[in-house]
């Protein structure tokens, strides 16, 4: 057989060419739930990574979605909708130790092979939770994937829950979500905060990149990342959470946020602990219970920039008050932002400062009260906040254009 290629193409051809995969009606695995969607990504990651592409259709979820490394989740825009089933709760009725791997319920109704699972109780006075999946429901016991780490005691008041984010990860690095929804049904699911779950939640995880993603309807936060660096958001939307929007957790290194929004949540971005040399840029921060935005623990070096704060009820931007002034959120800078008919729920301030914030730059932004004598303070400045620089901002309608408080140092 005679070989038809250019005998001076002889370059030995090495290069793997990742798979797409598509999933759902219509696809190359068929389904509409959590597990065709897993499937997928676990097919692909056996393969050394590629592309899922999701079909448009609503997905019930009854667990997390697993990132994996290497496979890249692509939805078809709003028509596909990764939707969380109702939530069930039940109290636990015998001890497990952490050690074993099952506990047992006082109801088992809701809980089925292959569902996500919190485990939540006090412990010396905090929130324990252990997050697992239910492999096998055998009368009053639930099974589960793996041995317990942690004691679950009735005397601190275990209960079992079908709790769990949407998109979850530990330690995967290097993956791009793009155009889907999660929509995570909070009239009809419990409360757990973003320091466990969320649409989104991963923890240790770098260098990610969300493109239209919408997080909405979640009852806790939108977008939660944890001890994560370098995760960029474009024109994603955090709607309708009861917690956070967009929660860059505590020791994240440069998140990015660009033309996103945060609507109608409790807070719209909120920097946690230690967060350093963030951005937000052209973002829409409104209708949010308490903040536009708040920034506290050590969060130093982050940029507001082209920004939009208006209608949030408390406060436009918060700074908040540090244990020490060590702690505090130095070196951040505010520009070129519009803060609008802010604090309704509060005393009508755009920007409050508690307490040591040093060094912080207010610079060109546009201070406006629509006239309804909402927002009457444009920047509300501790005594503490040593070094700001507030400067060539322009006020329309605003009662104070500054108003410093008394030390609070005893």
């Given at each position: 057989m005679t070989d038809q290629h250019d005998p001076r193409d002889n370059r030995s051809r090495t290069r793997i060419l990742p798979m797409s995969l598509c999933v759902g009606p219509g696809g190359q695995i068929e389904g509409s739930d959590d597990k065709v969607l897993q499937a997928g990504v676990d097919y692909l990651h056996r393969l050394g990574g590629g592309t899922l592409h999701i079909q448009p259709g609503t997905y019930r979820m009854r667990n997390a979605l697993y990132l994996r490394?290497?496979?890249?989740?692509?939805?078809?825009?709003?028509?596909?909708?990764?939707?969380?089933?109702?939530?069930?709760?039940?109290?636990?009725?015998?001890?497990?130790?952490?050690?074993?791997?099952?506990?047992?319920?006082?109801?088992?109704?809701?809980?089925?092979?292959?569902?996500?699972?919190?485990?939540?109780?006090?412990?010396?006075?905090?929130?324990?939770?252990?997050?697992?999946?239910?492999?096998?429901?055998?009368?009053?016991?639930?099974?589960?994937?793996?041995?317990?780490?942690?004691?679950a005691w009735l005397a601190e008041g275990a209960t079992a829950a079908t709790l769990f984010p949407l998109l979850t990860a530990e330690w995967v690095d290097d993956i791009t979500i793009e155009d889907l929804v999660l929509d995570g049904q909070r009239d009809t699911n419990e409360e757990l905060n973003g320091n466990y779950v969320g649409g989104v939640f991963i923890q240790h995880c770098n260098r990610y990149a969300f493109r239209n993603v919408v997080s909405r309807n979640y009852n806790g936060d939108g977008f939660s990342f944890q001890v994560c660096d370098d995760i960029h958001f474009d024109h994603c939307i955090a709607e309708g959470n009861a917690n956070l929007g967009f929660h860059p957790g505590s020791g994240s290194q440069r998140p990015r946020f660009s033309d996103c929004q945060?609507?109608?949540?409790?807070?719209?971005?909120?920097?946690?602990?230690?967060?350093?040399?963030?951005?937000?840029?052209?973002?829409?921060?409104?209708?949010n219970s308490a903040y536009g935005s708040s920034i506290g623990h050590r969060d130093t070096d982050n940029r507001l920039v082209d920004c939009t704060l208006e209608n949030n009820g408390r406060h436009g931007l918060l700074f908040r008050q540090p244990q020490s002034d060590f702690r505090g959120a130095h070196r951040n800078a505010v520009e070129r932002c519009l803060f609008r008919d802010n604090g309704k729920d509060g005393e009508g301030v755009a920007i409050e400062f508690e307490g040591a914030a040093h060094d912080v730059l207010i610079r060109e932004n546009h201070f406006v009260d629509s006239g309804n004598g909402v927002q009457k303070i444009a920047v509300r400045l501790s005594a503490e906040a040593t070094g700001t620089r507030i400067e060539h901002n322009t006020y329309e309608a605003t009662r104070s254009e500054l108003i410093t408080k008394p030390s609070q140092t005893p």
């Open positions: 490394p290497g496979v890249h989740i692509v939805g078809s825009g709003m028509e596909t909708v990764l939707q969380k089933e109702p939530s069930t709760c039940s109290a636990l009725i015998c001890d497990s130790d952490w050690y074993e791997a099952q506990v047992r319920v006082a109801d088992p109704t809701g809980f089925d092979p292959g569902c996500g699972i919190v485990l939540r109780s006090q412990h010396a006075g905090a929130l324990q939770v252990i997050k697992d999946t239910v492999t096998a429901v055998e009368g009053d016991v639930l099974h589960l994937s793996r041995r317990l780490e942690k004691n945060a609507r109608g949540n409790s807070q719209g971005i909120f920097f946690c602990w230690g967060v350093t040399d963030g951005l937000a840029e052209r973002c829409l921060l409104s209708d």
